[in-house]
């Protein structure tokens, strides 16, 4: 019931927040989100960034999610072009004080791209035309592809996927969180009445699918190089909230500029 009950709140939060929510909420709760992400991933990698340095460092890091705001894609770049600048002062500022500034910046500066520039592109599709279909269809994807994974390989898992990053991970697992991540894509676009093609829409499902376990594998070994067993505990059962986002970080970007660039 730990993992069940802070599930159930979050999936009816989402859904609330997307068909109830106006934009700028929808972006300030992405923001909140980014700042919690920011500080688990910086407890995880940098443990001695503490006080004034830790709130800077996540500060200059949010640029591209306040860009965001526009809801323009260019923004994104602009915005992340000012954080890069902002961490870079930031490690010459503590050169000598820090143990490694290079080590902080290349942390830092991963941080801003795969965290708060992942999660400014969920912003750019809530501004989408369909914004609430994709985003609504991208988490059944992944919750989907998460949960068929899990149960096909408790019963079908041998042979292991990547052992080395994510021991309980399996190609059974992989399998069934392909087939579970088609069917619910298709299932959404069914209670949407189809406005997506079928045809391409199972394409973009396999791709999807295949970056969502990219993105999982990726948190993973994140975990594993600095030997945490979860990003932090806000979500009880489920952990902290890198840990759900892990997923959604990379396939969020690839479906808007699938969108953008007229591919679905």
């Not at 143990?99 to 708060?116: E, I, N, P, Q, T």
């Not at 400014?120 to 269809?137: D, I, K, N, S």
């Not at 890198?242 to 969108?259: G, I, N, Q």
Request: glycine residues 12%; charged residues 10%.
């Amino acid at each position: 019931m730990s993992r069940v009950i802070p599930g159930i709140c979050m999936v009816a939060g989402w859904l609330l927040l997307l068909f109830q929510g106006p934009f700028v909420l929808f972006w300030a709760v992405i923001l909140i989100g980014a700042v919690l992400a920011l500080h688990e991933f910086f407890r995880m990698t940098l443990a001695n960034l503490r006080h004034w340095r830790q709130a800077a460092t996540i500060a200059c890091c949010l640029g591209p999610v306040l860009a965001a705001l526009t809801g323009h894609g260019d923004m994104i770049l602009a915005g992340m072009m000012c954080s890069l600048l902002g961490l870079a002062m930031l490690a010459l500022h503590g050169y000598g004080a820090m143990d490694d500034s290079l080590k902080y910046a290349g942390y830092a500066g991963f941080a801003c791209v795969y965290v708060s520039g992942c999660m400014a592109h969920m912003v750019l599709l809530r501004e989408h035309p369909q914004g609430v279909f994709w985003l609504t269809m991208l988490v059944a994807i992944v919750a989907g592809s998460d949960t068929g994974a899990y149960y096909a390989g408790r019963a079908f898992g041998k042979r292991k996927l990547f052992p080395l990053i994510s021991p309980k991970k399996t190609v059974a697992g992989g399998v069934g969180g392909m087939v579970a991540g088609v069917a619910a894509a298709e299932l959404v676009n069914l209670i949407f009445r189809q406005p997506a093609h079928p045809g391409a829409l199972l394409l973009v499902a396999v791709v999807l699918v295949a970056i969502g376990i990219v993105g999982d594998l990726t948190e993973s070994m994140i975990k594993r190089s600095v030997g945490c067993k979860d990003s932090g505990t806000i979500l009880l059962g489920h952990g902290g909230l890198l840990d759900r986002l892990d997923s959604l970080l990379l396939t969020a970007p690839v479906l808007y500029y699938l969108l953008r660039f007229g591919m679905v």
